[in-house]
């Protein structure tokens, strides 16, 4: 076998055992569960901190986690919930969020066969609706629901497509002035840590990063020209808030390209963004308990947090 194939092989190899290992862990029920809108998809489950992390205890910082699968169906919450437990067993106070997500059809988005009668990626603009929806909701609901926790020492994470969602609700005072979402002062976050998220949407597009998801997401072609400037985190910058991007090297995913395009675009909006690197790991054990690279994530976090 040549060496090039050899290490195709390779790679394919330990990203199937990646992925393997990271959805293994069976799914964590949330100590409580609230509704941010009307339709099922628009609640957010809440773990509380499992022991403080700090001695004088006192109210946990509070991670809101964005979860990925390409912004479509068949991914919901359910699979990060080992990795929102992860952070609570941590000391954090979690947020893990639910939206609309893309099912097989959806009118106005684009014909199945784009997918090859798969899901299509996400839904316009019920996902963007959601996701600002949740943000705002988040400090009424978890004074109700998660007394642990302390909304002024909010973290947003994300993990592929949730790594765009946060560092998008990271943006909202950035968007064009028309914009639903747009929020007229920056979000009171310490921070965001996105997780090789899909953050810049002209380089995952030339990547073709999962399928075409970002051309799906926005409503197909001519979608996507339209819309990309009100969804595109690579166009809103500098937001003002301090952001770390968390991405494998051996991602194969989501290229490690994406994330370094980010990096390069705030840079020149005069914004420094921490790009963390890690050797050898891919796309999942990032969210995977059982993995080194969690533990780097929640390090992260914690930096931001406190």
Known sequence: MPDDAAARAAAEARAAAEEESAFSHAAVDPDA???????????????????????????????????????????????????????????????????????????????????????????????????AAAMDALPALVREFLPQADPRRMVVTGHSAGGH????????????????????RPAPLRGVVALAPIADFTVAEKLDVCGGACRQLLGGEEGFTARVPYADPALLLPTGIATTLVQGRADTVVPEAVAEAYADAAAKAGEVVGLTLLEDVGHFPLIDPAADACAVVAEEIAQLAW
């Open 33 to 131: 569960t609230a509704a941010y809108g009307a339709d099922p998809d628009q609640v957010i489950d809440f773990y509380a901190p499992r022991e403080a992390l700090s001695p004088g205890g006192g109210l946990a910082p509070l991670v809101v986690v964005l979860h990925g699968g390409a912004w479509r169906a068949p991914y919901d919450r359910r699979h990060v919930t080992p990795f929102a437990d992860f952070l609570a067993r941590r000391g954090f106070a979690v947020a893990n969020v639910e939206y609309r997500r893309g099912g097989a059809s959806i009118p106005g988005q684009g014909a199945a066969a784009e997918t090859g009668g798969g899901p299509v990626a996400g839904r316009w603009p019920e996902t963007f609706d959601d996701v």
């Open 165 to 184: 969602l946060a560092l998008w609700a990271a943006a909202r005072h950035l968007l064009p002035a028309d914009a639903v979402w747009r929020i007229d």
